[in-house]
């Protein structure tokens, strides 16, 4: 029986969970508040803190850390992998420690992983990382030639949602073609095309999200933040964490959204459909890398769980191919698995070089 401890750091939460083989035995949601996340310059500054969090959760569980088979980390800002596993190695602690590619709560997946992996001679992994990237060479010109693209998106869910789907279908998903919209805090589109992620559209590139800005024009921009009025660490904010729903509403919570339009809110109204037609028209750009030949467009995440809003999206996209609404994300389950994969040598864990 192998025990895998999972760990998936969120801006404002750390996920933990516990399985023995494909049980769940423990699973919790660590909520850090934002008053407690603001003394922490940096993200890798809440290490000691993030990490001590998931020993103490298994210490009044009971469980002893010693009986752990492995520890599997969300993958972090990485520079472009490939899908699957990674065992954490020196390189992969440096750059996520000292170098991420973007600042970002997942950086201390891998590294918290690795901690506890190491306190115990075991090994950590991380597993479908958000910079899984198998681009198309044409989805890599961003027409900035300073700027290329790379493919940044909420691949663990994604992934295992168009995994799913094809099963729900009685087919591999290597034979099948997704457009995918995860939609939570943030909101990623990808394209799954017979099993290659082979575009998408990142939560900087596209709709607005309950917390982000998604896509702005480029040139107000520049001048905003050559205006002298905002710091980066501002700026940073109004992208991510202030933008979306929070920005125009004042909470992130698309429960909240729907309660306010019940009650009335014009505003609230406007913002929320606005937010379906973004994801509604980036899954139809994102039909166009498959050429229209789109087996089923899924919608996934919790605002997935909105019945208002897979509506409002359905209502435009499902001239495209069938809607499967699959709310929720099963992100624990997917590390803990993958790495079981790993543990049964059913998968191969690869090595991460740079
Ligand atoms: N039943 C629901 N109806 C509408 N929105 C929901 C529901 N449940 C959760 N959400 C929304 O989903 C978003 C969070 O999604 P989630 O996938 O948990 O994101 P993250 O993991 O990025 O925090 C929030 O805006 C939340 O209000
Ligand atoms: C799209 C990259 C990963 C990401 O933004 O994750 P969260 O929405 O969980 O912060």
Do not use: W
Request: aromatic share 6%; net charge negative.
């Amino acid at each position: 029986m192998y025990k895998i401890l999972a760990i998936n750091p969120g801006s404002t939460s750390t996920k933990i969970a516990l399985y023995e083989n494909e049980q769940e035995i423990l699973v919790k949601t660590l909520d850090h508040p934002s008053e407690e996340m603001e003394k922490f310059e940096k993200v890798v500054d809440q290490f000691q803190m993030r990490k001590d969090v998931v020993l103490l959760f298994l210490k009044d569980n009971g469980f002893d850390v010693n009986k752990l088979d492995a520890v599997v980390g969300r993958g972090g800002m990485l520079p472009p992998v490939k899908s699957g596993a990674y065992r954490v190695n020196d390189l992969m602690v440096d750059r996520l420690k000292n170098r991420p590619v973007v600042e970002h709560a997942s950086n201390l997946g891998a590294l918290i992983a690795h901690e506890i992996a190491s306190s115990i001679g075991k090994e950590a992994y991380i597993y479908d990382s958000v910079k899984v990237d198998e681009l198309i060479p044409e989805a890599r010109i961003s027409g900035m030639p300073a700027l290329p693209r790379t493919s940044t998106s909420h691949v663990l869910n994604s992934r295992a949602m168009a995994i799913k789907a094809a099963k729900n279908m009685g087919k591999n998903y290597t034979e099948m073609n997704f457009v995918v919209a995860h939609m939570g805090g943030g909101v990623s589109l990808s394209v799954y095309e017979k099993g290659r992620l082979s575009d998408i559209i990142s939560d900087d590139e596209g709709p607005f999200s309950p917390e982000r800005s998604g896509r702005v024009n480029l040139r107000p921009f520049m001048d905003m933040c050559f205006s002298g009025k905002y710091d980066k660490k501002t700026v940073g904010k109004m992208i991510s964490g202030n933008g979306g729903l929070k920005g125009y509403l004042g909470t992130t919570d698309a429960r909240e959204v729907e309660k306010m339009i019940h009650e009335g809110n014009e505003e609230a109204n406007l913002v929320y459909r606005a937010m379906a037609y973004q994801i509604a028209k980036g899954i139809g750009e994102l039909a166009t890398v498959l050429k229209g030949n789109v087996d089923a467009i899924i919608l996934t995440g919790g605002i997935a769980y909105s019945k208002m809003m897979t509506d409002m999206i359905k209502e435009r996209v499902e001239f495209i191919a069938p809607v499967e609404i699959m709310a929720g994300e099963n992100e624990m389950e997917s590390l803990a698995l993958g790495t079981l994969r790993v543990l049964r040598n059913e998968e191969q864990a690869k090595e991460y070089t740079e």
